[in-house]
Nanobody
Protein backbone atom coordinates (compact mmCIF):
# COMPACT_ATOMS: atom_id res chain seq x y z
CA UNK A 1 0.00 0.00 0.00
CA UNK A 2 1.28 3.45 -0.91
CA UNK A 3 0.56 6.48 1.24
CA UNK A 4 0.97 9.94 -0.24
CA UNK A 5 1.03 13.23 1.67
CA UNK A 6 1.13 16.53 -0.18
CA UNK A 7 2.42 19.83 1.15
CA UNK A 8 3.53 23.20 -0.13
CA UNK A 9 0.27 24.67 -1.29
CA UNK A 10 -0.82 28.12 -0.25
CA UNK A 11 -1.79 31.53 -1.47
CA UNK A 12 0.47 33.28 -3.95
CA UNK A 13 0.19 36.34 -6.15
CA UNK A 14 -0.11 35.95 -9.89
CA UNK A 15 3.34 35.65 -11.39
CA UNK A 16 4.72 34.00 -8.29
CA UNK A 17 6.02 30.49 -7.72
CA UNK A 18 5.31 27.49 -5.53
CA UNK A 19 6.93 24.13 -4.99
CA UNK A 20 4.60 21.31 -4.08
CA UNK A 21 5.92 18.21 -2.36
CA UNK A 22 4.50 14.72 -2.05
CA UNK A 23 6.03 12.39 0.51
CA UNK A 24 5.49 8.73 -0.31
CA UNK A 25 5.65 5.78 2.04
CA UNK A 26 5.07 2.07 1.66
CA UNK A 27 6.81 1.85 -1.72
CA UNK A 28 9.93 3.25 -3.29
CA UNK A 29 9.38 6.18 -5.64
CA UNK A 30 12.08 4.72 -7.86
CA UNK A 31 9.59 2.04 -8.89
CA UNK A 32 6.49 4.22 -9.15
CA UNK A 33 4.92 6.22 -11.90
CA UNK A 34 3.85 9.45 -10.23
CA UNK A 35 1.88 12.48 -11.21
CA UNK A 36 0.28 15.72 -10.16
CA UNK A 37 -3.35 16.36 -10.90
CA UNK A 38 -5.56 19.31 -10.07
CA UNK A 39 -9.21 20.06 -9.77
CA UNK A 40 -10.84 23.47 -9.53
CA UNK A 41 -14.40 23.91 -8.28
CA UNK A 42 -16.91 22.95 -10.96
CA UNK A 43 -14.24 21.59 -13.27
CA UNK A 44 -12.99 18.14 -14.14
CA UNK A 45 -9.76 16.80 -12.76
CA UNK A 46 -6.81 17.66 -14.99
CA UNK A 47 -3.46 15.94 -15.31
CA UNK A 48 -0.75 18.54 -14.75
CA UNK A 49 2.55 16.69 -14.88
CA UNK A 50 3.78 13.15 -14.50
CA UNK A 51 7.03 11.27 -14.26
CA UNK A 52 7.74 7.67 -15.12
CA UNK A 53 9.70 5.38 -12.84
CA UNK A 54 12.77 5.85 -15.04
CA UNK A 55 12.33 9.61 -15.18
CA UNK A 56 10.50 10.40 -18.43
CA UNK A 57 8.17 13.35 -17.93
CA UNK A 58 4.95 14.64 -19.42
CA UNK A 59 3.27 18.02 -18.96
CA UNK A 60 -0.12 19.42 -19.73
CA UNK A 61 -0.02 22.13 -22.36
CA UNK A 62 -1.43 24.54 -19.78
CA UNK A 63 1.73 24.36 -17.64
CA UNK A 64 4.38 23.39 -20.16
CA UNK A 65 7.39 25.69 -19.98
CA UNK A 66 6.63 27.03 -16.53
CA UNK A 67 6.55 23.89 -14.42
CA UNK A 68 8.96 21.12 -13.53
CA UNK A 69 8.17 17.73 -12.05
CA UNK A 70 10.92 15.84 -10.31
CA UNK A 71 11.44 13.19 -7.69
CA UNK A 72 14.10 12.51 -5.11
CA UNK A 73 14.20 8.77 -4.68
CA UNK A 74 16.53 9.05 -1.70
CA UNK A 75 13.85 11.09 0.09
CA UNK A 76 10.98 9.17 -1.50
CA UNK A 77 9.45 12.50 -2.45
CA UNK A 78 7.84 13.92 -5.57
CA UNK A 79 7.97 17.63 -6.37
CA UNK A 80 6.21 20.06 -8.65
CA UNK A 81 7.71 23.48 -9.23
CA UNK A 82 5.14 25.93 -10.55
CA UNK A 83 6.31 29.28 -11.90
CA UNK A 84 4.57 32.31 -13.39
CA UNK A 85 1.38 31.29 -11.66
CA UNK A 86 -1.90 32.40 -13.21
CA UNK A 87 -5.38 32.62 -11.77
CA UNK A 88 -6.36 29.54 -13.77
CA UNK A 89 -3.74 27.53 -11.86
CA UNK A 90 -5.79 27.86 -8.67
CA UNK A 91 -7.06 24.43 -7.67
CA UNK A 92 -6.65 21.54 -5.29
CA UNK A 93 -3.52 19.70 -6.32
CA UNK A 94 -3.30 15.96 -5.83
CA UNK A 95 -0.34 13.64 -5.93
CA UNK A 96 -0.94 10.21 -7.42
CA UNK A 97 1.06 7.04 -7.91
CA UNK A 98 0.82 3.88 -9.94
CA UNK A 99 2.80 0.74 -9.23
CA UNK A 100 2.20 -0.84 -12.62
CA UNK A 101 3.58 0.12 -16.01
CA UNK A 102 2.14 3.10 -17.85
CA UNK A 103 2.97 3.94 -21.43
CA UNK A 104 4.31 7.43 -21.97
CA UNK A 105 1.16 8.64 -23.67
CA UNK A 106 -0.97 7.63 -20.69
CA UNK A 107 1.01 9.33 -17.92
CA UNK A 108 -1.55 12.12 -17.50
CA UNK A 109 -4.60 9.84 -17.34
CA UNK A 110 -5.70 9.94 -13.75
CA UNK A 111 -7.88 6.85 -13.85
CA UNK A 112 -4.75 4.73 -14.36
CA UNK A 113 -3.32 5.73 -10.98
CA UNK A 114 -3.97 3.51 -7.97
CA UNK A 115 -3.00 5.73 -5.07
CA UNK A 116 -3.93 9.32 -4.24
CA UNK A 117 -3.07 11.86 -1.61
CA UNK A 118 -5.51 14.15 0.17
CA UNK A 119 -4.50 17.21 -1.82
CA UNK A 120 -3.00 20.62 -1.16
CA UNK A 121 -4.78 23.84 -2.06
CA UNK A 122 -3.22 26.44 -4.35
CA UNK A 123 -4.78 29.90 -4.45
CA UNK A 124 -3.62 32.59 -6.86
CA UNK A 125 -4.50 36.21 -6.27
CA UNK A 126 -4.25 38.95 -8.86
Amino acid sequence: QVQLVESGGGSVQAGGSLRLSCAASGYSTSSLYMGWFRQAPGKEREGVAAIASVGDTRYADSVKGRSTISKDNAKNTLYLQLNSLKSKDAAMYYCAAAAGHLVAGALLRGHLYNYWGQGTQVTVSS
